[in-house]
């Protein structure tokens, strides 16, 4: 969900919730009288609201509240059934059985069939599509094949018959239920998308909704929209909320601001050190967990300084990681200790997989600088100019590169120059996925509470979000290990992505530099919001103004 792109996808979301006293303008003129309806804001534009290409959370968190799967994670972070109507699973975890509630439809009032649930499977899938969530599909049978364009898609494991779906595994998927709920996996009409052509998605009116609301108001540019009450959703008579109102709010010191004025109901604090220290005594303030990294890209087929290992490994070991989330964030972020997040999921042995798998980061000057000597020497093109990359949207992302700067400066002299490039959350967006960046800050919000969400992503060079295209045969295999014959041993499978996270740091392919907290400000008076740590971290289904 959610690179942070989905955010990775990604960067911070700003929510808030409308209510309190008076309001002009677009909120109307008592938003706090009407039980009706909702307001919130998001951070950045949405995307695209083509469900198979969607990556960032904004995008992310609209299409999860107006589109349904089969199963959607409760207030317990169990995925419970949806448009499904029940579900099982086979003893050896290689087959799923589901079956459909009948008289689903779609928001036009067309019948919702197990036929657009195999469709939206393979199309993301198809290579022609070029999904970056095409890996996720790897496991269901001949899905590898389909993605390399060696099979075609009619070939995968994913069946239908009458009101029974039937997905067919090659190995065991501890996350395949999750991936059952999981936005980008929801069914799509394909009359719909054929009909629409390259439009599809494009705007609110060129997307067909199966979830509990649909999207109004949106022409792909504009950034205030609605998403009204889907009737025709199969538990319509269960949603108490007939609008929900939206706006970008791209300055998350704006949130809070409307917020003290008794416009907001929710705003996040993190926006900032100085908006984090400044509100995190409030008495409004709430705190959820959230399952996102920030860390470093480095652009790995381009870049020959970055080529180098040495010159990387110079790199990790000169960002001291507990003074940067200290300076750069205020303490609104922790220091990362490894790629996986915080709150994700504990291992079996009772930790915090994040913590059990942490491969020992450190911070050592010296060792740095004679690294980075070597690796200049063995590129042997002279100083080293390289361009940092962020979103221009949040405080924290400009004050994250200013310290990298300053800290890579310092310590390495004449031999490296740093250019900040601060652009919007779209462009770093397009720049990461076509690779045009030296380093780039990237944000993940894993997609379901498992570590695969975060180790899928570095699997293969021309797939995923693996935007640096570095492979790493150790940290490959490790992860194939644990999603093959250690996929039904809990353990044995923490000791794989623990492998996996050593090969990361052996090789330093990459740079963890945070995991995230969430921290707001929440007025009592909204009720039924669902938030999980992955996947989609606000879900509005049932939520209410009381």
């Not at 706006?247 to 050190?273: C, F, H, M």
């Not at 390495?412 to 996925?433: A, C, N, Y």
């Not at 997609?447 to 790493?472: C, E, I, L, V």
């Not at 740079?511 to 992955?534: D, E, I, Q």
């Amino acid at each position: 969900m959610k690179r942070w792109q989905k955010w990775t996808v990604a960067a911070v979301v700003v929510l808030a919730a409308v209510g309190g006293s008076r309001a002009a303008g677009w909120w109307g003129t008592s938003p706090s009288d009407d039980k009706s309806a909702l307001n919130y804001g998001l951070g950045a534009e949405i995307q695209t609201l083509d469900i198979s290409k969607s990556t960032d959370q904004y995008s992310s968190t609209i299409l999860g509240n107006t589109e349904s799967n089969l199963l959607r994670v409760n207030s317990k972070g169990d995925p419970a059934p949806d448009l499904a109507k029940s579900y099982s699973v086979s003893s050896d975890g290689l087959t799923y059985t589901v079956q459909l509630r009948s008289g689903l439809k779609w928001s036009d009032g067309s019948a919702l069939t197990a036929k657009e649930f195999v469709y939206t499977w393979q199309r993301i899938a198809d290579p022609k599509t070029a999904s970056q969530y095409s890996y996720l599909t790897s496991g269901v049978k001949n899905a590898d094949d389909i993605v390399a364009g060696k099979k075609p898609v009619s070939d995968l494991g994913v069946k239908a018959d009458g009101n029974t779906l039937t997905f067919t595994l090659e190995k065991p998927m501890p996350q395949f239920k999750y991936l059952l709920s999981f936005t980008q996996f929801a069914p799509q009409k394909e009359s719909f998308v054929k009909e629409k052509g390259s439009k599809y998605g494009t705007t609110a009116a060129n997307q067909i909704y199966s979830g509990p609301y649909k999207l109004e108001g949106w022409n792909g540019t504009n950034n205030k929209f609605k998403i009204v009450k889907n009737d025709d959703y199969w538990n319509a008579k269960n949603v108490k909320t007939k609008t929900i109102n939206w706006q970008v709010i791209k300055n998350p010191e704006t949130a809070i601001k409307l917020y003290k004025e008794g416009k907001l109901d929710r705003a996040s604090i993190t926006g900032s050190p100085e908006m984090y220290a400044a509100n995190k005594n409030n008495k409004d303030m709430k705190t959820v967990s959230v399952a996102a990294s920030t860390y470093l890209e480095y652009n790995q087929a381009k870049n020959p300084y970055l080529q180098n290992e040495k010159i990387r490994e110079a790199l990790n070991l000169a960002t001291n990681r507990k003074e940067l989330a200290s300076q750069a964030t205020g303490g609104s972020r922790d220091a990362a200790k490894s790629l996986v997040s915080n709150n994700l999921v504990k291992a079996a042995n009772g930790e915090d997989l994040s913590t059990y798998v942490a491969p020992g980061y450190s911070y050592d000057k010296d060792k740095a600088k004679q690294l980075f000597a070597e690796g200049i020497k063995e590129v042997n093109k002279g100083k080293m100019n390289v361009t940092l990359e962020t979103d221009a949207d949040v405080p924290v992302s400009k004050n994250t590169v200013d310290y990298l700067k300053q800290a890579w400066e310092s310590t390495f002299g004449d031999q490296i120059s740093v250019t900040e490039k601060i652009v919007p959350f779209k462009q770093r967006l397009q720049d990461s996925q076509n690779g045009n960046f030296d380093i780039v800050v990237s944000n993940w919000n894993g997609d379901y509470q498992d570590g695969s969400t975060f180790y899928d992503m570095f699997k293969a060079t021309d797939t995923g979000m693996n935007n640096g295209q570095f492979k790493n045969q150790d940290y490959i295999d490790a992860v194939t290990k644990a999603e093959s014959t250690d996929a039904n041993n809990p353990s044995a499978r923490d000791a794989d992505w623990k492998a996996a996270e050593a090969a990361l740091k052996n090789s330093a392919n990459i740079n963890p530099l945070y995991s995230w907290k969430g921290a707001y400000l929440t007025r009592s008076n909204v009720k039924g919001v669902v938030t999980s740590p992955a996947g989609l971290t606000l879900d509005l289904t049932n939520a209410y103004r009381k």
